[in-house]
């Protein structure tokens, strides 16, 4: 079955250290996109990717880093500069850029400070 | 610009029908709903392009006023499985860069 996955389910940073969320998808979408949901909010945009090795920031990219090296792997790197990443991390892919279609989400990973 | 859902909250009874409106201050050109049950991924309901289009899934449907850059999500007969939160996005273009709205949290009571 295809879709997207993403690891861990859960992380705790602790302070001073970058964390690495991993999101792969196999339904061959070309775009890939990164969000960030608080409790009880909407979900924010922090980085996208159209294509392969290139990517742009979003609403929030500030304390955040992407790569987009392989079509089906977007990971999202969580910096040290980013003081309050605590949030549920959802990862989402469509077919391709310019055109209207759904977006399919992973699981999410929840990331917490130690 | 985020668009602005409402209401914030809603509580039903089963069997009853509920409206979620999406507003937005700029044009749209399209408007996608998606439920979200919690802890879980927002599952994608149906998207809505052109204005005054009303389209449908099982007792659930959406129509789109392009006028007054507005979209409702209509909700007849609820069922327990409709809890959740649901949430618009919209795009200002024909790109796929998706603005959510903050959510509308509805509960379905037996």
């Known amino acids: 079955d295809g879709g997207i996955t993403q690891s861990p389910k859960y992380l705790f940073r602790k302070e001073g250290q970058n964390v690495t969320l991993s999101c792969e998808q196999n339904?061959?979408?070309?775009?890939m996109y990164w969000y960030r949901q608080d409790p009880g909010q909407g979900l924010r945009l922090i980085y996208y990717?159209?294509?392969?090795?290139?990517?742009q920031k979003g609403d929030i990219a500030e304390g955040y880093s992407v790569s987009r090296e392989k079509k089906e792997s977007f990971p999202l790197t969580v910096t040290s500069a980013q003081k309050n990443p605590t949030a549920f991390y959802l990862c989402?892919?469509?077919?391709?850029?310019?055109?209207?279609?759904?977006?399919?989400f992973g699981d999410g990973t929840r990331l917490s400070i130690l | 610009q985020q668009p602005v859902q409402s209401p914030q909250a809603v509580i039903l009874r089963e069997g009853e029908d509920a409206v979620i409106n999406c507003s937005s201050s700029?044009?749209?050109?399209?408007v996608h709903w998606y439920r979200q049950k919690h802890g879980e991924a927002p599952v994608f309901l149906m998207i809505?392009?052109?204005?005054?289009e009303q389209k449908g899934h099982e007792k659930i449907s959406a129509s789109f006023n392009e006028k007054k850059q507005q979209s409702s999500l209509y909700l007849t007969a609820s069922q327990l499985s409709y809890s959740g939160t649901y949430f618009c996005?919209?795009?200002?273009?024909?790109?796929?860069?998706?603005?959510f709205g903050g959510g509308t949290r509805l509960m379905v009571k037996p």
């Open positions: 989402a892919s469509s077919v391709d850029r310019g055109r209207i279609q759904p977006q399919h």
């Open positions: 339904l061959n979408h070309d775009a």
């Open positions: 990717s159209q294509i392969v090795n290139d990517f």
């Open positions: 700029k044009a749209l050109y399209s």
């Open positions: 809505l392009l052109k204005g005054g």
């Open positions: 996005g919209i795009t200002n273009n024909a790109g796929n860069m998706l603005t």
